[in-house]
Structure formats: C-alpha cells, structure tokens
C-alpha cells in the first residue's frame, strides 16, 4: 500500500480547475433545466426560440460556449496544470500561483458572464421575434437588434476581455513555473 501512495502524485491546481469545471457545469445545467421548465409552462419555448434562428442562435451559441469554453476549456486548463506539478515536478507559487488564481477566476466569471449574456439576449430576442400566437411581440429582426441585443454587445465584448485576460495570465503562470529551477516540495 505505501507504495502505491509513493507513486501517486497529486496536483493542486488541477484539481482546483476541475473543482471549478464542474461548478460551471452545474451552471449550465441550471441553466438548461431552467429553459426546460420555462418549455414546459410558458410560451414561447426556447426550442421555438433557437429553431427560429436569427437572434435565438445566440442562445446557442451561449450554451455552447458556456459548454465548451467553461466546462472543457477549465478542466483542460486543470490537465496543463496537472502535467506541469506531476509529470514535470515543477511548482505553481509565488507570483505564478498570483497568475494562476487569475486565469482560474477571471477565465470564470469571463466565461460565465458572457455565455449568461448570450443566452438571455437570444432567448428574449428570439421570442420577440415569434409571432404573437406563438407567444412572441411579432418584432422584426431590426427591433430585436436594435432594441435588445445591441445593449448587450458590449456587456458581452468585456466579459470576454475579462475571460481572454485570464487565459493570458494563465500562460504567464505556466511559463513562469517552467523556468523556475526550483522543484516541487
């Protein structure tokens, strides 16, 4: 037995990105749950909205990105943080674990803030585009641009600053832990 926990490496920071991984995937569940009671009570649904396309495509995309960028983008991050400790036996402190806990936070509330945006925006455009007897305002794609979702461009434009700033501070952590000499205690 003392061998196997001899061989068992564990990484700090990897284990931290999946932590938070996996609380951005239950965001997105939540998130989907809540179209999915929305669907099931209330006109119009949000498949009405994202099969109409034009503005309910940015429900999607916001899904997808909250999916792809949140969940799998973080725990990948983790997987880089992973080799970086265990296989290279190289430590994340000092001023590379300051740029670590800014990947992890700002590549998050980035993350989320932006994906959140999108799928309100489409989900509220999209309806307002419906017709009235499927529970829309009947708006044209011109009013829903102009009137929803231009307001959130720029919302949107800064959380993804902030997410792309965190990834950035996230390779400062990684490079500056790699050219460190120092090993892991």
């Known amino acids: 037995m003392d061998e ?12 931290r990105f999946i932590y938070v991984a996996i609380i951005i995937g239950a965001v997105a569940f939540f998130s989907m749950a809540t179209f999915l009671m929305q669907s099931m009570f209330y006109k119009p649904s949000a498949a009405m909205v994202v099969a109409s396309g034009s503005a309910g495509t940015w429900l999607t995309v916001g899904f997808v990105g909250l999916m792809l ?10 997987l880089f943080y992973w080799y970086l400790e265990v296989i290279l036996n190289k430590s994340v402190k000092g001023i590379s674990a300051f740029f670590a806990w800014i990947h992890i936070i700002f590549m998050s509330i980035g993350t989320i803030g932006a ?7 489409g989900f509220f455009g999209g309806a ?12 044209t794609a011109l009013w829903v641009h102009v009137n929803i979702l231009s307001s959130l461009m720029i919302p949107i434009g800064i959380f993804m600053a902030i997410g792309a700033f965190g990834v950035f501070a996230g390779g400062i952590a990684y490079i500056t832990s790699m050219i460190k000499n120092g090993k892991k205690d």
């Open 4 to 15: 196997i926990k001899s061989v068992i490496k564990e990484s700090i920071w990897a284990n």
């Open 69 to 78: 960028v949140g969940v799998l983008g973080t725990a990948v991050s983790g």
């Open 115 to 121: 994906s959140i945006l999108m799928m309100y925006g």
């Open 128 to 139: 307002a585009m419906l017709p009235k007897y499927d529970g829309g305002l009947g708006e």
